[in-house]
């Protein structure tokens, strides 16, 4: 499956963007999906997953600005990002997890191409 995040750009200190994923294989997206960011110099780090029961997880750094969704229909994952502060510049990428369970989810090895989130005044 490939995965093509789209969305990114250069937002100001509270302004919101929607980040969207989508797949080329349908059906994909009805299983666990998450939203991983990496910034300069940092590991990359779980921002929101959604398991396939629709249960979302956040980052505690995101909890109450964040919010993951998707469309079935659409194969496309969604990461809704409200007041977004200057720490949350990173690429952002989605990803299909092999494993996930209370608000943990392993990663796959494949990663597709990333969405940069730029927040500067």
């Known amino acids: 499956v490939q995965l093509q995040a789209s969305g990114g750009g250069l937002v100001q200190p509270g302004g919101s963007l929607r980040l969207s994923c989508a797949a080329s294989r349908s059906r994909i997206t009805s299983n666990a999906m998450a939203w991983y960011r990496q910034a300069p110099g940092k590991q990359r780090e779980l921002v929101a997953g959604?398991?396939?029961?629709?249960?979302?997880s956040y980052a505690d750094s995101v909890k109450g600005r964040f919010t993951i969704s998707r469309d079935n229909a659409k194969n496309t994952v969604y990461l809704q990002m409200n007041s977004l502060r200057p720490e949350d510049t990173a690429v952002y990428y989605c990803?299909?997890?092999?494993?996930?369970?209370?608000?943990?989810?392993?990663?796959?090895?494949?990663w597709g191409q990333g969405t940069l989130v730029t927040v500067s005044s």
């Open positions: 959604i398991t396939r029961g629709g249960t979302t």
């Open positions: 990803n299909v997890p092999t494993y996930y369970s209370n608000g943990y989810f392993r990663p796959s090895d494949y």
